[in-house]
T-cell receptor
Framework: ETGVTQTPRHLVMGMTNKKSLKCEQH?????MYWYKQSAKKPLELMFV???????ENNSVPSRFSPECPNSSHLFLHLHTLQPEDSALYLC?????????????FGNGTRLTVT | GQQVMQIPQYQHVQEGEDFTTYCNSS?????IQWYKQRPGGHPVFLIQ?????EVKKQKRLTFQFGEAKKNSSLHITATQTTDVGTYFC???????????FGGGTRLMVKP
């Protein structure tokens, strides 16, 4: 079983809705990540938090807003999404945020924007 | 920016046949990591290679890191239906620190 828990597992939302994805890690790691996985593109890194400080933001549209209140929790706030934002959103954690530590992924949230 | 390419994108094999996927980076990598994602699942870490020319084995899986630390391969001997999934390589460039994933190779095994 993964030590990274994501909720909800599935989410359907309209373009005017506001929703949040939640991620919690029980591994004592210092870094947390949001990745987007869609059929047409490889795993895309969205945001990285290391020791609760955002260290990477890969030109993600402002309709995606991350929040990391502590090293164990990570949120992705969603508002006014587009249908092309439908994808699997994966949270991951690692011991360090420098790329040398393996990632532990959660089960993901399958998001559908209607 | 850094690009990581994997070939092939898809591979169908008969159970018992061997399988190899190749990973090539546009920049030198400080390490290479391999992940497996089963259909409907999430990526799971398999192994990490750090040294130039390093070779590691996990049962029927053999992982290799190139001498120039820009390419890697994963070889599966005598595939089984449990090997079905998408295999991703990833690695941070020496000059950077964030993992970039390849597009993955989807392996399908016919029983």
């Amino acid at each position: 079983e993964t030590g990274v828990t994501q909720t909800p597992r599935h989410l359907v939302m309209g373009m005017t809705n506001k929703k949040s994805l939640k991620c919690e890690q029980h591994l004592g790691h210092n870094a947390m990540y949001w990745y987007k996985q869609s059929a047409k593109k490889p795993l895309e890194l969205m945001f990285v938090y290391s020791l609760e400080e955002r260290v990477e933001n890969n030109s993600v549209p402002s309709r995606f807003s991350p929040e990391c209140p502590n090293s164990s929790h990570l949120f992705l706030h969603l508002h006014t999404l587009q249908p092309e934002d439908s994808a699997l959103y994966l949270c991951a954690s690692s011991r360090g945020g420098e790329g040398s530590s393996p990632l532990h992924f959660g089960n993901g949230t399958r998001l559908t924007v209607t | 920016g850094q690009q990581v390419m994997q070939i092939p994108q898809y591979q169908h094999v008969q159970e018992g046949e061997d399988f190899t996927t190749y990973c090539n980076s546009s920049t030198t990598l400080s390490n290479i990591q391999w992940y497996k994602q089963r259909p409907g699942g999430h990526p799971v870490f398999l192994i990490q290679l750090v040294k130039s020319g390093e070779v590691k084995k996990q049962k029927r899986l053999t992982f290799q890191f190139g001498e120039a630390k820009k390419n890697s391969s994963l070889h599966i001997t005598a595939t089984q239906t449990t090997d079905v999934g998408t295999y991703f390589c990833s690695g941070p460039p020496n000059a950077g620190n964030m993992l970039t994933f390849g597009g993955g190779t989807r392996l399908m095994v016919k029983p």
